[in-house]
């Protein structure tokens, strides 16, 4: 018995054989699935920087022909599984599309035609041209009836105010390059802080508040619906920011109610006032918060048809470098170098074959899209 069951502890090592599906991605794959994915100001950047890599990427200028294929025939199998994988998801997404017996929303005919589509460039410039914070100001002043003098004055004094809306130098130095007086100066600056947006040209948090605070107590009718603007809380706010600033802005709400003798209420109506005040009054005017929106695709009218176009002049027309076999045949190359120059060619293959990928990809995608709408 206790030899029966020693034998059937016993290991034993045996070979099975087992029949599994397993889809695996190759790391070119996995590069591949990510380029069609960029947008097109993502796949220049991949595409300035793969030509800064490697030498045997060269652009395509204007003036010169190139071919729609310009990839070497040497086919890399994992781009063709690639190929498949999209056209089975793109297949999958047709097949999701609408019934042919359902009906669809009217065509609104506001659609642009080629004769309306302008320069792209042009087009994105315009778009995207903002105003600053000194235009904005400079405009105003413009309007404002001023002698000659009082002009440059308050032309140096917006000149330093900075994109948060707040003057940082220095009155003296102003008064002293512009040849006035300090009194001039603060006179012509009052004027400035008057303009829009309210709080511009305040030297510090505190003053900004003050101003906003009497432009907003001079339209009382603004928020007449939400917070009472009484006399006694117009008075409560003012004293709030003018003598008591640090326990303000260091939410030391408790020393705050006790300082003003007021209730909780009080205190929360004060707080919420203020919180709808603008800390950086040039906030709005900040051009680096801008972010341009480039079109991968447009899509224009022809008859009775829209047609997705992609938008090619943001990505620079590759090509491999031509001849670069011949380098191979050069007696003075080592292994190391050729060795590179195969590795540097095949990557390049690679890109070019990707990027047509990417264009044929995103083309088709849209035309789903737009079949679709």
Not at 16 to 27: E, G, I, S, Y
Not at 97 to 118: F, Y
Not at 187 to 193: A, D, E, F, K, Y
């Amino acid at each position: 018995m206790a030899e029966d069951i020693s034998n059937r502890q016993r290991l034993s090592a045996r070979l099975d054989q087992r029949l599994t599906q397993k889809l695996a991605l190759t790391p070119q794959m996995r590069q591949s699935l990510e380029m069609l994915q960029m947008n097109i100001l993502e796949l220049q950047q991949k595409i300035l920087a793969e030509m800064t890599e490697n030498p045997l990427l060269e652009e395509v200028s204007d003036l010169e022909e190139l071919p729609e294929e310009n990839v070497t025939p040497n086919a890399d199998p994992d781009d063709q599984s690639l190929d498949e994988v999209m056209s089975l998801l793109l297949k999958r997404t047709s097949d999701h599309g609408p019934e042919e017996d359902e009906p669809r929303a009217p065509v609104v005919d506001h659609w642009r035609t080629d004769s309306d589509i302008v320069d792209p460039a042009v087009y994105e410039r315009t778009l995207f041209k903002r105003e600053n914070i000194t235009d904005h100001l400079m405009g105003q002043l413009h309007l404002a009836r001023l002698s000659p003098e009082d002009f440059k004055v308050a032309e140096r004094i917006i000149g330093n105010i900075d994109s948060d809306g707040f003057l940082r130098v220095p009155l003296k130095l102003i008064a002293k390059n512009a040849g006035v007086s300090l009194d001039k100066v603060k006179q012509i600056l009052r004027l400035v802080q008057e303009f829009d947006p309210p709080g511009v040209g305040a030297r510090d948090l505190k003053e900004c508040l003050k101003i906003q605070l009497r432009s907003l107590f001079a339209e009382r009718e603004v928020l007449s619906d939400t917070l009472p603007l009484s006399k006694r809380l117009r008075s409560l706010v003012q004293e709030a920011v003018d003598k008591h600033f640090g326990l303000l802005v260091g939410h030391k709400y408790a020393e705050l109610r006790r300082a003003l003798k007021i209730s909780d209420s009080t205190l929360k109506s004060i707080v919420a006032l203020i919180e709808t005040l603008e800390p950086r009054p040039g906030s709005a005017f900040d051009l680096e918060s801008g972010i341009p929106v480039v079109p991968d695709v447009y899509v224009v009218r022809r008859g009775a048809k829209f047609v997705p176009i992609l938008n090619e002049q943001k990505l620079p027309r590759l090509r491999i470098v031509r001849n670069y076999q011949d380098s191979l045949g050069v007696d003075h190359l080592g292994p190391k170098e050729r060795e590179f120059i195969r590795q540097r060619a095949s990557r390049a293959n690679w890109v070019v074959k990707n990027i047509a990928q990417w264009k044929r990809t995103l083309l088709r995608v849209a035309e789903v899209i737009v079949d679709y709408e």
